[in-house]
């Protein structure tokens, strides 16, 4: 599979995660999630879930079986919000390297065309969930209220530079 290929979701919403309609997810065969944590469930620079990531967190894990996965090194912080929901988790996880990503499918032991990876980056997320056969979300990053970042320049420099590589639609 070419590079470019590996730089396109399967699904940009246009949202963030906490408005994520988890039924299209369902409807699409998905019965697992991995989820980012920075910008995709945190805010930057923030340590507390905004209660619509909150309560569209606890409505998923009812669903399905959740695993937070992190590049970030704080156990401390991504640790935290785990705690908070009672889900499991991994910081210093390395994507778009597949190491952290295979023992959380060995896990979840959902076939990974049967999972979702959701996530605010092209070149971490996105790329380390197509490596390995996930159904890839590219979400918009969140503020504190659970809503879009007003100024997401990372992801929009990120698909500028996925569409000059002639990967990510949009």
């Known amino acids: 599979m070419l590079l470019s290929e590996l730089l396109v979701p399967d699904w940009m919403p246009g949202t963030t995660l906490a408005h994520l309609p988890l039924e299209t997810l369902q409807e699409r065969g ?10 995709t469930l945190l805010p930057r620079r923030h340590a507390t879930l905004p209660p619509a990531a909150e309560q569209w967190l606890r409505h998923a894990a009812a669903q399905m079986p959740i695993h ?17 929901l009672g889900l499991p988790f991994t910081t210093s996880a390395g994507k778009p ?22 996530g605010d980056r092209v070149f971490t997320d996105v790329l380390a969930g197509n490596r390995m056969g996930l159904y890839t979300v590219l979400v918009k ?29 949009g």
Not at 154 to 162: D, G, I, K, T
């Open 30 to 39: 998905i019965r697992g999630l991995v989820l980012d944590v920075d910008r």
């Open 68 to 84: 937070l996965l992190s590049n970030n090194p704080s156990r401390q912080r991504i640790g935290g919000v785990a705690r908070q």
């Open 97 to 118: 390297r597949r190491s952290a990503l295979r023992r959380v499918l060995e896990q979840l032991g959902i076939p990974a065309p049967q999972v979702a990876l959701a």
């Open 141 to 169: 990053p969140i503020d504190p209220q659970g809503d879009p970042c007003r100024q997401d320049r990372l992801q929009n420099l990120e698909l500028r530079m996925a569409r000059w590589m002639g990967g990510t639609r």
